[in-house]
């Protein structure tokens, strides 16, 4: 079965940097769309970025434009989200997802994110 | 982009059916039938349940259906079971790759 395993989370101030990471396997990881979506705590689903396959196209959820970029690389399996600039509401688990289309098909466990002074 | 609005809670008694409503507008829809829907127990990832409004992925029981009329979509659990105890959240694509999801349902088994 199709394994995700994000990481990279944790404790960053305000205004501060942090690199996720997801490591894929069990799928031609370059054939597929890959996806970020966040939960902050205690609070529903918010789709974060997508990225195409060959990594050419990439997609932002306003809330993150201009702060946050995805980006992969097919040699290793592994799918990125830069976060810059970060701010309390950015607090949230996030999870990295293999898409079907327009769907997201597969989910990693998530990394949590707390950005707090 | 707001969330697609679902109810807060549902409950339903053992074997009862149950059905989750979630609305939008006409561009949270865009113009193909691009709904689905995902099952999320506490502290767990959310599982992929519905999708194409109607279709169910191998392996998910035939006991959760989807529907959409308008701007409404709706998951119906029939047969509810201990089981089915979870978070329900509704998802759209909008269009210009970008995705709405709805603001989430509790489901509780009485």
């Known amino acids: 079965e199709v394994q995700l395993l994000e990481s990279g989370g944790g404790l960053v101030q305000p205004g501060g940097s942090l690199r996720l990471s997801c490591a894929a396997s069990?799928?031609?990881?370059?054939?597929?769309?890959m996806r970020w979506v966040r939960q902050a705590p205690g609070k529903g689903l918010e789709w974060v970025s997508s990225i195409s396959g060959g990594g050419g196209s990439t997609y932002y959820a306003d809330s993150v434009k201009g702060r946050f970029t995805i980006s992969r690389d097919n040699s290793k399996n592994t799918l990125f989200l830069q976060m810059n600039s970060l701010r309390a509401e950015d607090t949230a688990v996030y999870y990295c997802?293999?898409?079907?289309?327009?769907?997201?098909?597969?989910w990693g466990q998530g990394t949590l994110v707390t950005v707090s002074s | 982009q707001s969330a697609l609005t679902q109810p807060a809670s549902v409950s339903g008694s053992p074997g009862q059916s149950i059905t989750i409503s979630c609305t939008g507008t006409s561009s949270d829809f865009g113009t193909g039938n691009f709904v689905s829907w995902y099952q999320q127990h506490p502290g767990k990832a959310p599982k992929f349940m519905i999708y194409e409004v109607s279709r169910r992925p191998s392996g998910v029981s035939n006991r959760f259906s989807g529907s959409k009329s308008g701007n409404t979509a709706s998951l119906t659990i029939s047969g509810l079971q201990a089981e089915d105890e979870a978070d329900y959240y509704c998802c759209s694509y909008t269009g210009s790759n970008t995705h709405v999801f709805g603001t989430g349902t509790k489901v509780t088994v009485v």
């Open positions: 997802t293999k898409a079907l289309n327009s769907y997201f098909e597969y």
């Open positions: 069990r799928f031609t990881f370059s054939d597929y769309t």
